[in-house]
Each structure stands twice: as C-alpha cells, then as structure tokens.
C-alpha cells in the first residue's frame, strides 16, 4: 500500500491535477484559428495512464474514517457483516451497490480489491465519457472534471453515491451516440449504485420530452426566489414521498435555520451552480446555433439544478446539490469545444477552465 499520510492525499490530487491543467490548458490559446479546425487535440493514451494513475493512487489509499469519512464504515461493515453465505436479495436501497458490496465481503477477499473496484468505475467511466463525449479533446475534458469541487471527495467519501454518477455520465455519452438500448442500462445501473439518482433519471426522461430551454430558465429563476426567501414548502413535500434516508436528507437539519431567513442560504453554491448556466442563457438569448446535445444536457442540468434549490435548507444540502454538480463540468465547457460559433472560442475555453479550476482551489485553501 502507499505509504503516504491519509492527510496529504487531496493536496497532492489537487496539486498534480492544477499542474497538469496549466499544461494542457495552455496549448489553448495557441494558434486558436488553426485549433478551430484541427482535428484531434489530444490523445487516448494520456487520459487512459492518468486515470490509471488514479485508480490506484486512489482506490489505495489508507483506510481513514478522518479523511475519508465514509471508508472507515465500509471497513468496519466490511469485516463485521461478511457472509461467505450471502444470498443476493432485492430487498436492499442500493440494489446493485449494496448486494455487491455484501457478496464482495463475504468472498474473503481483501477490502482493497473493493476500494480498487469502486476507484476504477468511478474514475473509469468519467474518463470514457469525457472522451467519448469530447473526442478531440478528451484530455482537457477530463482534467476540468477531475478538477471540479466534488470530484475528489466522492472519489474517496461519498464513493457509492460517486460511482453512480459516472455510470450516468456514460448514460449520457451514449444517448448522445443514440445508443438507447445501453443508455438504458446504464441509467438502470446508476440508479441500482445510489438510490439518490432517481432525480438526475426523472430530470433526463422529462428532458427528452420537453426541449425549450427557455422553461428551463424561467424553472431555475422560480426556484432561486423560493430559494431566497425561504420557502421551505417543497423540500417538506419532497421529504413525506422520499424513503427513510431522503427524508433525512432533506428534513433532518429543517428546524434547526428557519429562524433567519439567510441562514442555510448557500450563495456559494449558487454562484458556482449558475455560471454554466448564464452561459447557456446568453447563448440562446443571442440567437446562435447550439446543437440539440448541448440544448439537452443544458436543460437536464438547470432542471436539476433547480430542484436542488428548492431544497437548499436540507441539512444534506451539499448530497443533493452533487445530484446537479455531477454534470457541471460537461455542460460548462460543451459549448466552448463543441459547439462552433468563433475562431476564439478556444481561447474562450481556456479562460474557463482556469476559472473553474481557480473557484475550486479557491474553496479548499481559501474559502473552507
């Protein structure tokens, strides 16, 4: 096992991942005219041996209930409900996560090949669907999502709930292809890893329906004013339908803020939250042209965005807004590489990447 302090992992994760975007990002600005039209900025292998990298580095790393919150009860569940008898049932939340983990414990295998398993879907599937979503420029993509505020923390602590939102992420690649019969199952696996995913799943059906972005804006601007002042009605509604653990999510910390119509109100998440957004926003308030793969991920974003605001004041409000976050860095850059709309857009995208990046180092040394 590496050798490495638990307490120094997210620095060096962080740390290698910056050093790499000032790498890749840089070339951006070069040349943007002749970028515009080359046809393939970057390669397979880089993104394959970086996400190699990480699995290992990762799924390897020391069993810490300190750092890794979440780890040290797996370990323990892990060792103290085992069963080499294990019988798969579907009477369980997770139904793919939960009768795997257990048939996983109870084959005596070591726990590592577990962490391994978990690292390897979780940075696997990103780094194909960043690649098959952004092929001429997978290693870009795939760096502004490793980068990305969440990403390592649902790598190591929120690992189940991290993993399901990578099988999504394939979902969404191969509807993109219009591969529907994979689409299908991935959804279905993503939703069996983490039950939370029943929203991003509700959002993309809806979406494939109701196509006007502009409903979609008009939803998210309803819902940050509901948001702002308080409005706590529909995070209750929510709460009474969910299971036990949603209504925990969402009604646990209720009580505890309604005293200050501020408190609770994340402006923070907010700001990082709408950025995609706005870009969105202008661009079809300006008229351009943006493909229907964009206009889909745009609307399936902002919709659950959206319904994260309605229940900001949960004392889970962070579980809820990744729900949403899982798609930020695709919907972010999608119209910078692959949308066509200027020789500067290139240029345009390195910008962001360096402002996402920034935000993101920002509330972990600064902010946090």
């Not at 098959?132 to 290693?139: A, G, I, Q, R």
């Not at 990403?151 to 991290?162: D, E, L, P, V």
């Not at 008229?287 to 949960?314: D, E, H, P, Q």
Request: charged residues 10%; glycine residues 8%; contains cysteine.
């Amino acid at each position: 096992m590496f050798s490495i302090g638990p307490q120094y992992y997210s620095h060096i994760y962080i740390w290698l991942v910056a050093l790499l975007s000032i790498i890749v990002f840089s070339q951006y600005a070069i040349h943007p005219q002749l970028r515009l039209n080359s046809g393939q900025r970057s390669s397979g292998v880089g993104v394959f041996v970086l996400m190699l990298f990480l699995v290992f580095f990762i799924g390897l790393r020391p069993i810490s209930g300190k750092y890794f919150v979440d780890m040290g009860g797996y370990r323990d569940v892990w060792y103290a409900l085992g069963d080499p008898n294990y019988q798969i049932t579907w009477n369980t939340t997770n139904k793919i996560f939960d009768n795997l983990f257990y048939k996983m414990a109870g084959s005596g295998v070591d726990i590592y090949v577990f962490f391994v398993l978990m690292a390897t879907i979780y940075f696997g599937c990103m780094a194909w669907a960043c690649s098959s979503l952004f092929p001429k420029d997978k290693m870009a993509a795939f760096l502004v999502y490793l980068g990305a505020f969440s990403t390592f923390s649902y790598g190591t602590n929120g690992m189940k709930a991290g993993a399901a939102a990578s099988l999504f992420l394939v979902a969404l690649a191969l509807y993109e292809k219009r591969k529907w019969l994979l689409t299908v199952v991935f959804i279905l696996l993503s939703w069996g890893f983490h039950h939370s995913m029943v929203l991003p799943v509700m959002a993309f059906v809806v979406c494939m329906f109701v196509k006007k972005p502009k409903w979609y804006f008009a939803f998210w601007a309803f819902c940050f004013f509901m948001a702002l002042f308080h409005v706590s009605f529909f995070q209750t509604l929510f709460g009474s339908f969910t299971d036990e653990q949603g209504s925990k999510y969402l009604l646990g910390g209720a009580e505890a803020i309604r005293h200050d119509i501020l408190g609770g109100f994340r402006i923070d998440f907010i700001l990082y939250s709408a950025v995609p957004i706005l870009f969105g926003w202008l661009g079809v308030r300006k008229g351009k042209s943006l493909s229907r793969n964009y206009i889909f991920v745009l609307n399936l974003y902002t919709l659950v965005n959206a319904i994260w605001l309605l229940c900001m004041y949960a004392e889970f409000t962070n579980r809820i807004s990744f729900l949403s976050w899982l798609l930020l860095p695709i919907v972010l850059i999608y119209p910078f590489l692959k949308e066509d709309w200027s020789n500067t857009q290139y240029r345009a995208f390195q910008f962001v990447a360096f402002g996402h990046l920034a935000f993101t180092l920002f509330l972990n040394y600064i902010y946090y």
